[in-house]
């Protein structure tokens, strides 16, 4: 029964790819290994009748296993194929190195909310990246070798590196082993760490972040401060703790998309009611000091500081010189006075404000805490890390240093 179901699946898959990535598919077979990655849409998945959408249902609830369907579908219908320069046929190797990537689930996940129930599903989160490490080969699979010269291959997990327990020669007793780099396989790694977007975020509360394991060609493809959306299935690893062995686990992300989001300012929703408002209240020749006044109505005075922040809020308009050298709309503020006197809490208000905002106080503000900073730290595993400072996370929005 259960040898029937899957031989189902691959040939939906296989009916559903025709249809639907075919055009992928030849340039995967024309162009590999610069081209190896096929994009699946979930939208046009989930769209494509009774059958798609139980598809799209299996690569939520069983990702893992989804995707081998996808492979096995493409060996079994031969969807790719490829020679190597002597004409002997590679369609094997190839299917096995194409990745098969989602894009464009329509659900997502906050970060915060991501629980137990959610590991080895397929899920969709948005957010900033925060860090990211440099890319760098991982051992996927290691090649050992004994004192007699046989080779015993060990596949490799995520986070550990092991060696076997000994030679795999039936009639060998070897137990040193020592890894051979030219006959073990690797692939290109990069961790990074995706922080929730600013926005979704109630009024102090601090951003949670999730680590994101990449491998092969999406790496290397966003910087600190990008705004994505990371496709992938939830795993667990178990937490060690001074080489003991915890019984809590921590959570990744096996990254199997990252779509780049270009969002400006459309994460605020002018309604037309709200649209009719601004326009009637333009019409008010007092509307300038209502305005400025409506900042931190709670702190009292301090009218000249309210309108400066007004006038920042709104901005400027860049603009481009005849000798082609350009004025920056921007407004910066330097916010000067005796303790004491609400500055901090003014700030406060208009991060609260302002959509992308961030606060940054006292020490974290170094220059590199403001920009980006380059640390050697837990996530990069001994790899360089880069760090998104303050600035770089409220790009288009309004940063605010407390010193
Ligand atoms: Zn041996």
Same mark, same amino acid.
């Given at each position: 029964?259960?040898?029937?179901?899957?031989i189902?699946? =691959?040939e939906?898959?296989?009916?559903?790819?025709?249809?639907?990535c075919?055009?992928?598919l030849?340039?995967?077979?024309?162009?590999f290994?610069?081209?190896?990655?096929?994009?699946?849409?979930?939208? !046009?998945?989930e769209?494509?009748?009774?059958?798609?959408? $139980?598809?799209?249902?299996?690569?939520?609830?069983h990702p %893992?296993?989804?995707? *081998?369907? $996808?492979?096995d579908?493409?060996? =079994?219908a031969?969807?790719?194929?490829?020679?190597?320069?002597?004409?002997?046929d590679i369609?094997?190797?190839?299917?096995? +190195?194409?990745n098969?990537?989602?894009i464009?689930?329509?659900?997502?996940?906050?970060?915060?909310?991501?629980?137990?129930?959610?590991? *080895?599903?397929?899920?969709?989160?948005?957010?900033?990246?925060?860090?990211?490490?440099?890319?760098?080969?991982?051992?996927?699979v290691? =090649?050992?070798?004994? =004192?007699? %010269?046989?080779i015993?291959?060990k596949?490799?997990?995520?986070?550990?590196?092991?060696?076997?327990?000994?030679?795999?020669?039936?009639?060998?007793?070897?137990?040193?082993?020592?890894? $051979?780099?030219?006959?073990?396989?690797?692939?290109?790694?990069?961790?990074?760490?995706?922080?929730e977007?600013?926005? %979704?975020?109630?009024?102090?509360?601090?951003?949670?972040?999730?680590d994101?394991d990449c491998?092969?060609? #999406?790496c290397?493809?966003?910087?600190?401060?990008?705004?994505v $959306?990371? *496709?992938?299935?939830?795993?667990?690893?178990?937490?060690?703790q *001074?080489?003991?062995?915890s019984?809590?686990?921590?959570?990744?992300?096996?990254?199997?998309? #990252?779509? #780049? @989001?270009? +969002?400006?300012?459309?994460?605020v929703?002018?309604?037309?009611?709200?649209?009719?408002?601004i326009?009637?209240?333009?019409?008010?020749? /007092?509307?300038y000091?209502?305005?400025?006044? @409506? #900042?931190?109505?709670t702190?009292? /005075?301090?009218e000249?500081v309210?309108e400066?922040?007004?006038?920042?809020?709104? %901005?400027?308009?860049?603009?481009?010189?005849?000798?082609?050298s350009?004025?920056?709309?921007?407004?910066?503020?330097?916010? !000067?006075?005796?303790?004491?006197?609400?500055?901090?809490?003014?700030?406060?208000y208009?991060i609260?404000?302002?959509?992308r905002? !961030?606060?940054? @106080?006292?020490?974290?503000?170094?220059?590199a805490?403001?920009?980006?900073?380059?640390?050697?730290?837990? &996530?990069?595993d001994?790899?360089?890390?880069?760090?998104?400072?303050? &600035?770089?996370?409220?790009?288009?929005?309004?940063?605010?240093?407390?010193?």
């Amino acid at each position: 029964m259960e040898e029937l179901e899957v031989i189902d699946r =691959a040939e939906q898959w296989a009916g559903f790819l025709k249809k639907k990535c075919n055009a992928q598919l030849n340039k995967i077979s024309r162009e590999f290994p610069s081209t190896r990655s096929l994009e699946i849409g979930y939208d !046009v998945l989930e769209k494509y009748g009774k059958t798609g959408t $139980i598809l799209a249902d299996d690569l939520l609830e069983h990702p %893992g296993k989804t995707l *081998n369907d $996808i492979k096995d579908a493409i060996r =079994a219908a031969h969807l790719i194929s490829g020679k190597d320069i002597e004409g002997n046929d590679i369609s094997d190797e190839i299917i096995n +190195k194409t990745n098969i990537r989602f894009i464009h689930l329509p659900r997502k996940t906050l970060v915060r909310d991501i629980r137990s129930e959610h590991i *080895n599903k397929f899920i969709s989160v948005d957010g900033i990246i925060r860090r990211a490490t440099e890319v760098r080969p991982r051992l996927v699979v290691g =090649a050992f070798r004994c =004192a007699n %010269g046989h080779i015993t291959k060990k596949a490799q997990e995520y986070g550990s590196y092991s060696e076997p327990d000994m030679c795999g020669n039936a009639e060998c007793t070897q137990k040193k082993l020592e890894l $051979i780099q030219s006959l073990s396989t690797f692939i290109d790694s990069q961790k990074l760490r995706v922080q929730e977007t600013p926005e %979704g975020l109630r009024g102090g509360e601090q951003p949670q972040t999730i680590d994101i394991d990449c491998v092969d060609d #999406i790496c290397g493809t966003v910087t600190p401060g990008d705004r994505v $959306i990371i *496709n992938g299935i939830l795993r667990s690893v178990q937490r060690v703790q *001074n080489g003991q062995k915890s019984t809590v686990f921590d959570l990744y992300i096996e990254c199997n998309s #990252i779509e #780049i @989001s270009v +969002k400006e300012f459309e994460e605020v929703n002018i309604t037309e009611e709200d649209e009719a408002a601004i326009i009637e209240m333009a019409k008010d020749p /007092g509307i300038y000091g209502k305005i400025a006044r @409506s #900042i931190a109505p709670t702190i009292y /005075g301090n009218e000249d500081v309210k309108e400066a922040i007004a006038l920042q809020l709104f %901005g400027g308009i860049a603009k481009e010189m005849p000798d082609g050298s350009s004025l920056r709309g921007d407004i910066h503020m330097l916010l !000067v006075g005796d303790p004491g006197i609400a500055k901090s809490q003014i700030l406060r208000y208009v991060i609260k404000l302002a959509p992308r905002g !961030v606060y940054t @106080s006292g020490k974290s503000a170094s220059s590199a805490g403001l920009t980006a900073a380059a640390v050697k730290d837990d &996530l990069g595993d001994g790899r360089w890390t880069l760090e998104a400072g303050a &600035l770089v996370l409220a790009d288009k929005g309004m940063a605010a240093v407390d010193l």
